[in-house]
């Protein structure tokens, strides 16, 4: 078992970057499959697919975000960590910071997403309340989150429980 102390962390003092993302107009973009290696990812606030509502043809955007951020959809709560570079849709806000990896961002969400029943379009996470809310991390001191006992609680009780499927996808893109 996983020994450690945990504290409460505001997210507007884990992440260096905390920012309204460029929309784009999904009536303005060009879908395509998501096989045509100049198709990027477009996120908006669906609650499926990570957040990617389409592959759209990479017109050379003025703002294409790269990946290894948290994107919020703030009218909708809907939280995910986005791996490889998108383009955004109305209402996202992204998440940034030099401790960020695959691991720690989906650990990240997951706490979030614990949050996301408070908020709904009548009580919207906006950019305050997000940097605002607190989520329980392991610490090594008042101040640091323990990243690594992060990523081993990741590796050892979340992975291996996951479906097989699942697991075989994650077991081959490591």
């Given at each position: 078992m996983i020994q450690t102390n945990w504290k409460y962390f505001e997210i507007g003092t884990l992440f260096t970057e905390i920012?309204?993302?460029?929309?784009?107009?999904?009536?303005?973009?060009?879908?395509?499959?998501?096989?045509?290696?100049?198709?990027?990812r477009?996120?908006?606030?669906?609650?499926t697919n990570n957040g990617?509502?389409?592959?759209?043809?990479?017109?050379n955007f003025n703002q294409i975000e790269q990946g290894n951020a948290i994107t919020i959809g703030d009218t909708t709560?809907?939280?995910?960590?986005?791996?490889?570079?998108?383009?955004?849709?109305?209402?996202?806000?992204?998440?940034?910071?030099?401790?960020?990896?695959?691991?720690?961002?989906?650990?990240i969400v997951a706490l979030l997403n614990k949050e996301?029943?408070?908020y709904n379009y009548g009580r919207s996470f906006k950019m305050d309340i997000i940097k605002k809310t607190?989520?329980?991390?392991?610490?090594?001191?008042?101040?640091t989150p323990d990243?690594?006992?992060i990523e081993n609680i990741v590796k050892q009780k979340i992975i291996p429980s996951l479906p097989?499927?699942?697991?075989?996808?994650w077991e081959e893109r490591k």
């Open positions: 920012y309204k993302a460029t929309a784009y107009n999904a009536q303005d973009l060009i879908s395509s499959p998501a096989s045509n290696r100049d198709a990027i477009y996120i908006t606030r669906t609650d990617c509502k389409d592959f759209v043809l990479n017109e709560a809907t939280i995910y960590y986005q791996n490889e570079q998108f383009i955004c849709g109305d209402h996202i806000v992204i998440l940034r910071a030099p401790f960020l990896n695959e691991i720690r961002g989906i650990f996301r029943f408070r607190r989520i329980l991390l392991p610490n090594i001191d008042d101040n990243w690594d006992t097989p499927k699942s697991r075989k996808i």
